[in-house]
């Protein structure tokens, strides 16, 4: 069964950093590109970044690119978002999934870690 | 990286069919076989239902389907349940650079 669970999110002042953390399981981690997905409270889905599964190759919505970035401990089987300069509209349930290639469709998802930014 | 446009909100009675668009462009939606569909009841991660336009993973209900004309790709669930009341969230490849793409989402309501 796979399995993804997220972990590190809390509440950071503006221009604070955050790194979130996705431990899977359930499936084999080093094949799968991942992805960090947010929803603001009430809102809908937002991409926010992508990786491959070499991590070689990382992709970024323009709200996030030169704040956040994304890697991956394929030997932990981790996947990681380092969330820098955060702004109050970063508050959001941050959550990450797994798709079979970076264009194939996300098949799994995590049930999230909410960040909040607020003074 | 513009959101695809879903409606707002569609409802319907149980044993009634509903459809729920997701307009794109021809960089996305009509350039790529590759929209899903995402199921989301409140408080829970969104659930895969629809790929690559038609297809249903494995244990999805056939009461949902899916379909593309162009730019625009549709969801259609018949036979509506009280359990289908939910988000609903179309997702697409958009090239290289942008390589998921999410529809504003949709509220299902069921009557």
């Known amino acids: 069964e796979v399995q993804l669970l997220e972990s590190g999110g809390g509440l950071v002042q503006p221009g604070g950093s955050l790194r979130l953390s996705c431990a899977a399981s359930?499936?084999?981690?080093?094949?799968?590109?991942m992805t960090w997905v947010r929803q603001a409270p009430g809102k809908g889905l937002e991409w926010v970044s992508s990786?491959?599964?070499?991590?070689?190759?990382?992709y970024y919505a323009d709200s996030v690119r030169g704040r956040f970035t994304i890697f991956r401990d394929n030997f932990k089987n981790t996947l990681y978002l380092q969330m820098n300069s955060l702004r109050a509209e970063d508050t959001a349930v941050y959550s990450c999934a797994k798709h079979p290639g970076i264009a194939a469709p996300i098949d799994s998802w995590g049930q999230g870690t909410l960040v909040t930014v607020s003074s | 990286q513009s959101a695809l446009t879903q409606p707002a909100s569609v409802s319907g009675s149980p044993g009634q069919s509903i459809t729920i668009s997701c307009t794109g462009t021809s960089s996305d939606v009509g350039n790529y076989n590759l929209v899903s569909w995402h199921q989301q009841h409140p408080g829970k991660a969104p659930k895969l239902i629809i790929y690559?336009?038609?297809k249903r993973p494995s244990g999805v209900s056939n009461r949902f389907s899916g379909s593309k004309s162009g730019n625009t790709a549709s969801l259609t669930i018949s036979g509506l349940q009280a359990d289908d009341e939910a988000d609903y969230y179309c997702?697409?490849?958009?090239?290289?650079?942008?390589?998921?793409?999410f529809g504003g989402g949709t509220k299902l309501t069921v009557l």
């Open positions: 990786i491959s599964g070499s991590g070689g190759n990382t």
């Open positions: 359930g499936f084999t981690f080093s094949s799968s590109a």
């Open positions: 997702c697409s490849y958009a090239g290289s650079s942008t390589p998921v793409v």
């Open positions: 690559e336009g038609s």
